[in-house]
């Protein structure tokens, strides 16, 4: 099972908007709605932040958002805030009864 | 609240035998809501999913990694626990323990993991 596509990386200004992309296959994020994103801070446990590709879990901010098109699910943070800066990680629910995630993406805030 | 907290020898010899621990403190392993869930993190790369299980006993593995998984329960001292074989240094990693509703596809709340060296 190959990991999911996410950029290594992704940078933007407080306040500003950034998205975060996670491309799998047809097996996984294309067949199914059981996308999720997860927020890493470094030695911290992983929150999660979104799942079945847009319902966020009560307290987390609205600032987060998930969508998918076809084989490509999106995690948009608006109103970008310092203690937004993390590693951001998908994972989608696949074909094989198993679980894949993304390879990662480190988010800066400028 | 729920927490999860993993812990683990931090340096196995190649070949030798992983063994992790998962201790579930504000609620009980045994509850029907929930599977348990290892995922590993090796330096500088993704998640990993490695396997889930259930109170009942079913379970899910990783395929590149069933055949040296299994795992066990302690409902007395409600924890879980991982052992991984044949070791190599490919299986250096942090290891996470994490939960994931009954008939839902996300895991809800993880443990903050316990690093693991391969190394002679």
Redesign the interface.
Known sequence: QSALTQPASVSGSPGQSITISCTGTSNDVGDYNYVSWYQHHPNRAPKLLIYDVSNRPSGVSNRFSGSKSGNTASLTISGLQTEDEADYYCSSYTASRTWVFGGGTKLTVL | QLQ?QESGPGLVKPSETLSLTCAVSGGSISSRSYYWVW?RQPPG?????IM?FYYSGTS?????LKSRVTMSVDTSKNQFSLNLNSVTAADAAVY?C?RRPWN??????????TLVTVSS
């Open positions: 999860l995922v790369k993704g998640l990993e999913w889930s899910y593995y990783s395929p590149s996470f994490a839902n596809w996300y895991f809800d709340l993880w443990g903050r993991g």
